[in-house]
Each structure stands twice: as structure tokens, then as C-alpha cells.
């Protein structure tokens, strides 16, 4: 088999368009959707992914509040422009790219921020209304996963899906969405994890296969089973001296290999990572939404 790649941009472009439309809708009642960026240091990683967020911000007709912080920052610096922040009405939702550098306490960081701005989902009560089903922001990545099986016609109810990952920011929240109850859960779900001894013979067993590791290549096309669908959460940078940048971007998936077994597969770049960004638009016009009670 050969397999169908999911087309990431096109989904996400899809439901950019619906937004765009919401936004105009919310500016008419004189609301513009506002997020509040916040970059501390100058990882280029972030900076690249920051700067796609604002552009994508400003593709819909939103505004963004750009602010760069130097490496050398510190807590209560950052503190202070998130209570600003909160403080402020035009800001609807908050992004402190992550992650931040080491004298900064993340934790406080997340806790310091109004739950009903924290767009990225994060704060341990949108954590936990989320998983006791809750409306909730739900974190962007996972919840652009979901959406791409839903948009590729995977029937997620009853499926067994083997995530091989467990951050706070991918894999436990994807883990608690699938096995929610309702449109997009009601799935079986397996978290594997660096610990997990003989990875491939849990991912063997899955109808879908999410692959959200950090580790390039770590799915091979022996640990799926013929016809799996196989999402890629994995942005790698690998050096290539063939590039202008000196790297290429790689997923956690051998995808040459993989896709001749697959029947869905998305690639990198141009799966999951606009979905990313498409959930937290989602996420900032929600909470306009709801401020303007429109
Ligand atoms: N770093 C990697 N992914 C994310 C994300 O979704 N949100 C934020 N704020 N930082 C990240």
C-alpha cells in the first residue's frame, strides 16, 4: 500500500477561511481579536514559530502584540508583562512561546496567567477542565491533530491509537481528547514513552499511529502494521550543507518507508505544524468571542 498523504495546509487553510470570517463578524460588533506574544530570548526555533503565529494572526484579519524579551530576562519581568497583559481588554489570548530559558520558573510562569486568555492551554485549570470535560482551551497541537483525523474521514470512536510521546504539550493532553467522550474521543488509547520497553510492539497493534517523540526517524516502517494512519507531530531540525539554512526540517516518522505501509500519513513540513497555529486563531476569536458575548 501506498499511502494518501493528509495535506495539513490545505485543512488548516480551510479553517482559517471560517475564522477570517468569524473575525470580520466580531469586528463589526467592534471587537478585533487581540494575542499577546511573548518571546523571551532568541532560540531561532521560536523565533521562526512565532513569527508564522503573528503572521497567521494578521492573514485573518487579528491583531498582535509583539514582544521580545532578552535571554537574560527575568521572572518577574516576565511576570509583569503577563499581568499587563491579563490586565488589558484588547489582548483576548496570551502565547509565551516555550520553551523559556533556565532561570525562568515555567510553572509560575503558566500559573500567572488568566485562564480564560491562556489560548495555548496550559494553565493547570484549563488542564484540568479539559480532562474532566470542561469547556476548556485545549492545547493547539493536539487539538490540530484531532482535527486532521476528523477532516481525513479516520473514524477515531473505537479506534486504537498508540501516541509515542508524553509532554504536557502534546502527548498527555492528545491522550486525554482521544479518550474523551464524544465527536473526536471515544478512542482506545496507549501513551508509550522513553521507558517503554519494545515500542514497536505496542505501535504494531494500532489503527493510528501518533508520533510526537522529538527523536527524528524514531518510527520505522516495522512498527506499524499494514494500513495504520500515521500522524508525524515531530519537528527536527537536521543539519543539511545542501541548504542555504544548513538544515532541513524532519519529522519523528521515516516517512519514505512508512508511507509504503500507511494509508494516511502526513508529512513534515506541511502536516501537523499549520494545524498548530490554525487551533490557537481557533482559540484567541473563541475568547473574543465570548468577551464580546457575541
Ligand atoms: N513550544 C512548542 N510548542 C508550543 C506551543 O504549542 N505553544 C507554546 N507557547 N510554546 C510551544
Known amino acids: ?25 466580531l ?8 494575542l499577546g506574544v511573548i518571546l523571551v530570548g532568541d532560540d531561532p526555533a521560536s523565533k521562526s514559530y512565532v513569527t508564522a503565529k503573528e503572521q497567521a494572526c494578521h492573514e485573518i484579519g487579528m491583531f498582535s502584540d509583539d514582544n521580545r524579551l532578552p535571554a537574560s530576562a527575568t ?43 491562556d489560548v495555548d492551554g496550559f494553565h493547570p485549570t484549563n488542564v484540568g477542565r479539559m480532562v474532566v470535560g470542561q469547556q476548556a482551551f485545549l492545547p493547539c497541537t493536539p487539538h490540530g491533530v484531532v482535527q486532521l483525523l476528523l477532516h481525513s474521514g479516520v473514524k477515531i470512536e473505537g479506534a486504537h491509537v498508540v501516541i509515542v510521546g508524553r509532554s504536557n504539550i502534546v502527548g498527555k493532553p492528545l491522550a486525554n481528547m482521544l479518550m474523551a467522550k464524544g465527536p ?8 508509550c514513552h522513553t521507558r517503554t520497553r519494545d515500542i514497536g510492539a505496542f505501535t504494531r497493534q494500532a489503527d493510528i499511529v501518533v508520533a510526537a517523540a522529538g527523536q527524528p526517524g524514531a518510527i520505522k516502517a516495522d512498527m506499524v502494521c499494514e494500513g495504520a494512519v500515521v500522524i508525524d507531530v515531530g519537528v527536527n531540525r537536521v543539519p543539511d550543507p545542501t541548504k542555504k539554512s544548513g538544515f532541513r526540517l524532519a519529522g519523528d516518522v521515516d516517512f519514505e518507508a512508512v508511507k509504503e505501509k ?16 490554525t487551533m490557537l486563531l481557533y482559540n484567541t476569536v473563541e475568547s473574543a468571542r465570548r468577551v464580546a458575548g457575541a
Open 1 to 25: 500500500m501506498s499511502a494518501k498523504i493528509i495535506d495539513g495546509k490545505a485543512v488548516a487553510e480551510k479553517i482559517r477561511g471560517e475564522l477570517r470570517a468569524e473575525v470580520a463578524r
Open 27 to 34: 469586528k463589526a460588533k467592534g471587537v478585533t481579536p487581540g
Open 75 to 117: 521572572q518577574e519581568e516576565l511576570l509583569a508583562l503577563i499581568r499587563r497583559m491579563n490586565e488589558d481588554p484588547a489582548i483576548h489570548g496570551i502565547l509565551v512561546q516555550l520553551p523559556l530559558p533556565k532561570q525562568i520558573r515555567e510553572s509560575e510562569v503558566l500559573l500567572a496567567m488568566n485562564p480564560d486568555k
Open 184 to 191: 473526536g474521543g471515544n478512542a482506545t488509547v496507549t501513551v
Open 262 to 277: 500507511a494509508s494516511l500519513i502526513t508529512p513534515v513540513p506541511g502536516g501537523v505544524g499549520p494545524m498548530t497555529i
